[in-house]
T-cell receptor, first 112, second 110 residues
Framework: DSGVTQTPKHLITATGQRVTLRCSPR?????VYWYQQSLDQGLQFLIQ???????AKGNILERFSAQQFPDLHSELNLSSLELGDSALYFC???????????FGQGTRLTVV | GIQVEQSPPDLILQEGANSTLRCNFS?????LQWFHQNPWGQLINLFY???GTKQNGRLSATTVATERYSLLYISSSQTTDSGVYFC????????????FGTGTRLKVLA
């Protein structure tokens, strides 16, 4: 158990819908990262927060947004979902920026 | 942008065999991690190794940052070692995001 908690573990939803994925970092970790892994693909960086502030952005679609709250948990919002958004979404956390990161178990999103 | 390439892409071993996985990166890096993604999709930290050599049981890793590569050694492989192995790097000049390699898919046969 990495100490990073992601909910829900599985999510099935229809095209056009909106979902929210939640991440609770390890206790004391200030940095949160979101990654997307499509079927049989590598991990693509989406966005990173540090102590509530957005610090880095990857190829995140405009339909996707995220935030980190004062209690340091983070949410990834995916809207106007398409079939191609089906993927495993990972959250990771680290105490500071650029040090060892630990990953949650992921949320498996299926868009039908 | 930085390229992170892993080799071989696929590897099949008999139980008990040894193997070496390689990670090459095209830019200077501050940090490097190795992960094992098991068949259930979990990403498990193996090593945090920006430079030098570390060992943990049957696994060891070496990073030579000046030559831009890292190696993961698996000895006496077991079926539970099956899965995909990723290296991930943070480049020196840039933001603090881990960039993942292409992965090595390992299958260990009983």
């Amino acid at each position: 158990d990495s100490g990073v908690t992601q909910t829900p573990k599985h999510l099935i939803t229809a095209t056009g819908q909106r979902v929210t994925l939640r991440c609770s970092p390890r206790s004391g970790d200030l940095s949160v990262y979101w990654y997307q892994q499509s079927l049989d693909q590598g991990l693509q960086f989406l966005i990173q927060y540090y102590n509530g502030e957005e610090r880095a952005k990857g190829n995140i679609l405009e339909r996707f947004s995220a935030q980190q709250f004062p209690d340091l948990h983070s949410e990834l919002n995916l809207s106007s979902l398409e079939l191609g958004d089906s993927a495993l979404y990972f959250c990771a956390s680290s105490p500071l920026e650029g040090v060892e990161a630990f990953f949650g178990q992921g949320t498996r999103l299926t868009v039908v | 942008g930085i390229q992170v390439e892993q080799s071989p892409p696929d590897l099949i071993l008999q139980e008990g065999a040894n193997s070496t996985l390689r990670c090459n990166f095209s830019d200077s890096v501050n940090n490097l991690q190795w992960f094992h993604q098991n068949p259930w999709g979990q990403l498990i930290n193996l090593f945090y190794i920006p430079s030098g050599t570390k060992q943990n049981g049957r696994l060891s890793a070496t990073t030579v940052a000046t030559e831009r590569y890292s190696l993961l050694y698996i000895s006496s492989s077991q079926t539970t070692d099956s899965g995909v192995y990723f290296c991930a790097v943070i480049i020196t000049s840039g933001t603090y995001k881990y960039i993942f390699g292409t992965g090595t898919r390992l299958k260990v046969l009983a």
